[in-house]
């Protein structure tokens, strides 16, 4: 991701905070203290989502979308904006944040991003590659192409890339696939022309929110039994007869699949409840993971496990108790 200018250097280019974390870190509470700090301050502030999860309306529960009473009358943006028919890419994502950005920076407020969704926030900020449309009968070739094919032609059109994707992850080798052979370019060639990126617009006040494991995973454990009887099982009931495509991001959200599996009768609702809780910490995990060791050095990386705003923020919030 981009490197940051010092904090002196960027005064006069507008505030954007950032709020990063694994899934149930605490990140959105988090977001609304801050606004609440902000505004106590006089100055207006919005939410903005960066989850992948969060952006579609079919998954209020699944995701932990925040519920009205957990926004406290702060304005949220980007939540359960992408009905789970349409995919949102992480270039779709970006290019609503930008707008949603702009749009809140014109009304002299700050956005706060809030999400743990790495490859939407490294979008975002460095931008991303320029690859022009594949062409459709491309694309349909690739994706009817089972997995070990696809994997074997990429290995000889696309070495490089093959070389860092695992043999079964489908979505990336199409990707890469369908760029090289519709564009005659593999795709790190395109990866070197990033485009659209904010990052040198803004005064970024990042926080990278890595609490103890332990306490994460528990969380996470909690966190998915309390949805089930919070009406995720309805949730998935209403995306199964919308009979929408496997292969949609919102089919393969956590949770999905094992409450599929016990209204089908394959799990049952203990089983279901133990298969999501660990799909959940392992998702934890690689979210952990990342931000850990991919994020920049310079993001402020805080580890306890409750989390204050006006610690956390002070130089936001001293910058806009001057403005």
């Not at 702060?74 to 949603?100: N, P």
Request: aromatic content about 6%; hydrophobic content about 45%.
């Amino acid at each position: 991701m981009s490197t940051f200018e010092p904090l002196e250097a960027r005064r006069e280019l507008p505030p954007l905070a950032l709020i990063a974390g694994p899934t149930a870190s605490g990140k959105s509470d988090l977001a609304v203290q801050l606004a609440l700090a902000l505004i106590a301050r006089g100055r207006e502030a919005v939410v903005i989502n960066a989850d992948s999860a969060q952006v579609y309306g079919d998954l209020s529960v699944l995701s932990a979308r925040p519920s009205s009473e957990e926004m406290r009358g702060i304005e949220h943006r980007l939540f359960g904006t992408w009905d789970g028919a349409d995919a949102c890419s992480a270039a779709y994502w970006a290019a609503a944040a930008r707008e949603v950005i702009a749009e809140v920076h014109a009304r002299n407020a700050v956005p706060i991003l809030v999400g743990g969704t790495g490859l939407y926030l490294r979008t975002l900020l460095d931008g991303i590659a320029p690859v022009p449309p594949i062409a459709p009968e491309v694309r349909a070739t690739v994706r009817a192409l089972p997995t070990a094919n696809a994997y074997a032609a990429l290995q000889t059109e696309d070495p490089a890339r093959a070389t860092v994707l695992a043999p079964g992850d489908r979505t990336r080798i199409a990707r890469a696939l369908e760029v090289v052979r519709s564009s005659g370019r593999p795709l790190a060639a395109w990866q070197t022309e990033l485009v659209g990126g904010i990052g040198d617009t803004v005064t970024l006040h990042p926080a990278v929110l890595l609490p103890s494991r332990d306490w994460l995973y528990a969380r996470c454990d909690g966190r998915f039994a309390h949805m089930l009887g919070a009406g995720a099982i309805a949730e998935v009931q209403a995306l199964l007869a919308r009979q929408l495509d496997p292969d949609l991001p919102v089919m393969r959200a956590i949770g999905v699949a094992e409450i599929a599996d016990m209204l089908g009768g394959t799990l049952n609702c203990g089983q279901a409840i133990a298969r999501g809780a660990q799909a959940t910490r392992n998702y934890a995990k690689r979210q952990f993971t990342w931000l850990r060791n991919q994020s920049p050095s310079g993001w402020p990386r805080i580890e306890a496990q409750s989390f204050d705003a006006e610690v956390i923020f002070v130089s936001l919030l001293r910058i806009d108790a001057l403005t």
